[in-house]
């Protein structure tokens, strides 16, 4: 239900506002008058307040909160003030009575201006309080205020077909502590994952992205989401937002709602929800503050008539978009993103989330007076999006969420680090890239360099982006015998091609052309798989275990028969599953540590590879495999790393450099993800850098990950000693997860 405000100018001195109930009973509001007023917070009623001295007191009270450094009891004085304007007391109880005859619905309070209107944006709605509480953190009733931005596209946005496709865009050196605080957050989508498993994210990170490699990342991704974690600045009278430059001008990666819209739509459509994390996104600046000009260094005072960014973007076209402040260390600013994150991919209405995220992060407590972070998400919407609007359809990311059980793939630790292998398996997944054969390869034999788990994620990442993998993996359930030889790879190769059928829910093959072929080779009778009176699964593995004795097996069989069984593989899932399995989609062959190989190794490089990868040209199947060099066949593999085919990538595997960002956040995302069985006491709690925004932190996180291994992430020495650094108040310690219990059995 919506209590929807549109606040349009009188003329004067001032606004006229209007209220339009959506599914309300019994609650209506007359039309109001508000008066501006020089200062903070800008907004007054008629007549109210009149003494110099609660001007004053409301005005201190109003900077204080608008520079985040408010003394106790400002926010709520501020917050009964905004109540004030916009409702009044004497309609506090018809409100609280309207909302909790609801049903348990949430209440939209829907406030909408115009994008131009400066003084209205600068206002934080978010805090209202009616005298007895915060309205958007009131344990007893659901209410969301979100901002419509008048004159916007009033078309009706599609939802997103699940998994959404979340694209983090970085647009400074993660080197930028203030920056490396923001990116924290992206640590939380193994959180929300874990709280999801009914569906699904696909997630693509660019760091230092530029405005070409915004757009070329939008052009290739098709993002549904994007969320950009980067500084912010009013330039111009207009709201920025800090890129790399695309060349050598400073200015140049400077990227306004204009030129953001244009990289956001590069791939035809512009994404549904877009993010903007760790700026004043949401805010305008003071009427005081003078700025420079990117241009010229000229000093100018702003623009009567900024606008915050992320409403500009809405009325460039994006129907939703949030701007987001504050720090991941803060507790409430956590679970307010955890929150809102999970329900949104779980289907829920927006504003469920919304009202939902900003309830669980006061479960154990009330909103502080001292910190208005809580209530810094502001959400801008388009007149198209309708009152409890769903963002996502999780019919699709269900689907993903069935195929990824069966290949088992690890998702712990929380993969972070490894970003040109993350970006060089995307190209691999663009049908007509060159690129159709990855090396991961470790630099030594040192175990936990994370090898194997690379291909766990790629797998997982495969599925979630409409590709059906192809996994040798050597551990777990379903995990397949290190081939040493020809007949133990088209054997391994043969099994991992059933698997992949059976997670894909297909018919098993009988007449598989490798099956066939090995059959042929071992001399044994096709009668076996003809017997009706037993299940395929049985006659199948009566049949493999018959194949013992298969050792020398011709490498042109086994390179002919994969590109057959591979393209009806892609073929059948493709009918199976239209709109998961795509006309784009591959088969994506994963194989562990080929350094184990054997003679089978060279027969695979030099024989069954090709510049298809395992494929056609019709039906391409790219592959990854993984490697420890220098190890077993290293001659084999060194010279195939030293002149590598034009298909063929090879990428090293090395310890996190925990001078540099991105490894240096591997520490804070992992502490951010318990372990679901953690190796003691302290793993089943949340750890934030108390300051991450200064030198200490990255001596910290050295000592957690004395020999920077990713395989160091989950040990039982690196809780010990993130358990030592919180007593000694290093990091902040919180179990999120038993907050977020009590909240879904309240």
Known sequence: MRLRVSIEPNGTDGYVATYATEGICGFELAQRSIVRMEGAPGLRQPGAPTSDDELASLARAARNVKVRKPLAGEPERVGRHLFDVLIGQDNRQLLRDAVAGSGGQTLEIALRWAANERTLHAVPWELMHDGRGFLTADRELSIAVTRVVAGSPDTRPE???????????????????????????????????????ATELVVRVIEAATPTRLADAVAAFRPDIVNFISHGRIDGGRARLELRPDDARPESGFADSKRLLAALGAAGRLPRLVVVTGCESGTVPAAETSHADASDGVQREPDAHAAPLAAELVQGGIPIAVGMTGRVADRAVRLFTRQFGSVLVRGGALVDALAQARRAAFIDTEPPSESIDWALPSVFLSDGVPDGHALVDTTRGAAVVEFLRPFEFRDEPVFCGRRPVRERFDDLLERDNEIKLLVAYAVDDRPGMGESRVLDELGAHAVRAGHVPVALLTRGKSGVLTPTTTGDLAKVFELALARSRNAFQLPDRLDGVLLSELMDFANLDRSVLDDATRSTAVRLTRVRGAMGGVADFPVDLLRDALREDLAALIVDARARWPGVVNPQSMPVVLIDRVDRYGDALPALLQDVLGYRGLGTDDEPAPVVMSCVLPGDHQAVLGDARATPPSYARWLPITPFDLSSGEDLLATSWALLNPPRNPPTEEGKVVYTPALPDDDVWPVNARRLMREGLPGDLQTGRFYELAGMLADNHALNRDDDDDILRQWANR
């Open 159 to 197: 939802p997103i077909e699940s998994p959404p496709h979340l694209l983090f865009v970085i647009g400074s050196d993660l080197q930028d502590p203030r920056i490396r605080a923001g990116a924290e957050f992206v640590g939380l989508l193994g959180r929300i994952r874990e709280e999801n498993r």
